[in-house]
């Protein structure tokens, strides 16, 4: 259980800003099933140059979520929302407002040794984004995943997304009423790490995926990278390490300037 406030006060009309919150983790008694539940309220007061006083605008957010946490299987229900004038940038950063999450995720694991394998799980996850205001549509998103420990301590994994739908996309056309359009896209991801165990270790990361096609002019927007990372331990105190990446991003779309219609 937590229970939290911050505020910035500042002189001379400028803004004020306060966030209150709280939430608790339950569990039951086995351990077997929990719930997470938070709420916070923002307030800023701002200097209304109309009659000189101090306005405030209240912002809201929460999150609820049901999960079972043991056993081979084990899935998770969450919900979340924020209100478009949630705004707690003066004590931290919040880069999206002014939505509503759904998320649904289902796992199945495999804790004991088998064939060249010490643990392996796979699992599902499902999405569904949409405006706070509005409660239009933003996104869907359907993924999955894949990962494995062999017995030489050797780790792979694999994960993969689409957003079949497309998303509407509120924040990089930077004017408020208007929405930047993103065609149905995929992502797939490969990691492999060596056993870390060694002196010396690595990893790697294969990453690609494209849009749907855009237009008959522009085409599709592939992209790819990789990441490297590798890892000496010098000693049992000191480890000296290093991550290498490259990518490529064809035929991104997205803000450039504003136009004489904003």
Not at 102 to 126: H, P, Q, V
């Amino acid at each position: 259980v937590f229970l939290i406030n911050t505020n910035v006060y500042r002189n001379q009309g400028y803004r004020i800003s306060n966030v209150i919150g709280g939430g608790a983790d339950l569990n039951n008694k086995k351990n077997t099933y929990g719930l997470t539940t938070s709420a916070f309220v923002t307030n800023v007061f701002q200097v209304d140059t109309s009659d000189n006083q101090y306005k405030n605008t209240p912002g809201y957010f929460y999150r609820l979520g049901f999960m079972k946490t043991s056993g081979k299987l084990q899935f998770f229900v969450e919900s979340t929302a924020m209100s478009p004038t949630y705004d707690n940038n003066d004590m931290g950063i919040t880069f999206q407002t002014n939505y509503v999450t759904t998320e649904l995720g289902i796992d199945y694991n495999k804790f004991d040794a088998f064939r060249r394998f010490l643990n392996a799980s796979m699992g599902m996850n499902f999405s569904h984004t949409m405006n706070y205001t509005t409660h239009g549509l933003n996104q869907i998103e359907i993924g999955g995943s894949a990962n494995a420990t062999f017995k030489s301590f050797e780790k792979i994994s694999f994960r993969i997304n689409t957003s079949p739908l497309g998303e509407m996309d509120y924040y990089e056309p930077r004017t408020p009423g208007r929405f930047f359009w993103r065609t149905p896209n995929m992502y797939s991801r490969f990691n492999y790490n060596s056993d870390y165990r060694k002196k010396f270790t690595y990893s790697f990361t294969l990453w690609g995926g494209s849009t749907a096609l855009v237009s008959e002019s522009i085409g599709y927007n592939p992209f790819f990278g990789l990441d490297l990372g590798p890892k000496f331990r010098i000693t049992d105190k000191l480890t000296a390490s290093t991550s290498l990446s490259y990518g490529e991003d064809i035929g991104d779309r997205g803000y450039v300037n504003d136009d004489t219609n904003g």
